[in-house]
């Protein structure tokens, strides 16, 4: 079997960097979230009884912008809702554009020059760097960098590293989570020693009063490669900083895609066979324990669901569907966006065939939700023949209408 050469070497660089980078080398509460049905029979530590978490985002704190990256030190573009620059800022270094290698660490206000920018560069000794006003300094040198999050809008971030010890045969894997200021001495809060090879990855941080208080996160299998559709992840964590406990929330049958800003919902498809990426998208209300799943869309080559994303207020989840090969003699994969409603219903689907037009590429290879301006107001990303050669759409939920956005690979919002 050849490789396909356009599509692919665009994931297999996202695999090796993202999965398996040490080869190369906002709030809520501060109490675990309430008791959720398991997810499987597979056991699970029991939640203890507490308050519901409030409101991850205050009421009208929503994204007025966005931020696109092309890698190899091409910078970032923060672009607003209509597409108009706003601000380009450098990041020197930065190999290789993804969400999971670049934070937006502050808001930025009408009329602002600036915004602070975290982002992990391999050819700069391997570091997290910080760009203040186009000053660029090191915050840390972390030579087995495996990924970050970062809280929206806020200096906050959680990062993993992970390194395989071959004198006990177990693969290392550890969260750091802190402020911009507090990173560089930061301790690791969780450490996991795995000799089956899964490593932590952060999905999503939880604040108050402007530090850490919790960490989402789950596992993935590191330093694999091959034809990746989505992120092969299993179970969901959330670890209580304050003490230091982590509570399982989904079994190891269930590959997480995304919580809600106010982490009611969790969504996530749920796989048989872990990593099989066959899986239907299941949501579910984490105080209620109610599970709804959207039956998959008919295929030869079904490769599951993921990449969801929930609408700010809740009334909405969008997720790919794939099917077909990209490594195939001659590549077949489709994408396909799809949104429901939080009562299971079936919104809109988008063929990634239905948005060359709107993106304004000779061809699209792939179609994927990366995030919401408000609730009416879906971000999709396509890509053409090349992976770097990326674009941003503004879909209109209520009238199914797709238009332009701006040029880029997605790498997150901006605040107010």
Known sequence: ???????????????????????????????????????????????????????????????????????????????????????????????????????????????????????????????????????????????????????????????????????????????????????????????????????????????????PVGVWYSKRPWGIGGDIVFDPRRTLYYLNLATGASFQILGAEANPSALSVDRTWVAYSDDASVGAGVGAMTIRNLQAGANITFPLLPATDPRGAGAATFSPGNQYVAWMEGSGWQMAEVPNFHSVVRVGNMNGNLIADFADTALVTASGLNVVRRVEPVGWFDDQTLVVMARGDDWDQAVLISVDIPSQTASFLARGVFLGFVYP
């Open 1 to 211: 079997m050849k490789t396909n050469r356009r599509l692919y070497p665009g994931l297999a660089l996202m695999a090796v960097l993202t999965f398996a980078c040490s080869l190369l080398t906002p709030p809520t509460g501060s109490q675990p979230p309430p008791a959720a049905a398991p997810a499987s029979s597979s056991p699970q530590a029991a939640l203890p009884p507490t308050s519901l978490p409030g409101p991850a985002v205050a009421p009208g704190y929503l994204p007025t912008g966005v931020v696109t990256g092309k890698g190899n030190d091409a910078g970032l573009t923060i672009f607003d809702r209509q597409g108009y620059t706003i601000l380009e800022i450098g990041t020197p270094g930065l190999l290789y554009s993804a969400p999971t290698n670049v934070h937006i660490a502050g808001a930025l206000p009408q009329g602002s020059a600036s915004v602070p920018v975290v982002y992990f560069s391999f050819e700069q000794n391997e570091s997290l760097l910080l760009n203040v006003n186009q000053q660029i300094t090191t915050l840390l040198t972390t030579p087995f960098f495996a990924g970050l999050v970062g809280a929206p809008g806020k200096p906050i971030v959680a990062y993993t590293t992970t390194d395989f010890d071959v004198n006990a045969d177990v693969l290392r894997s550890q969260l750091y989570v802190g402020t911009v200021q507090s990173l560089p001495t930061a301790a690791p809060v969780l450490t996991e020693e795995d000799p089956q090879g899964w490593a932590l990855v952060a999905l999503a941080i939880d604040v108050e009063g402007d530090q």
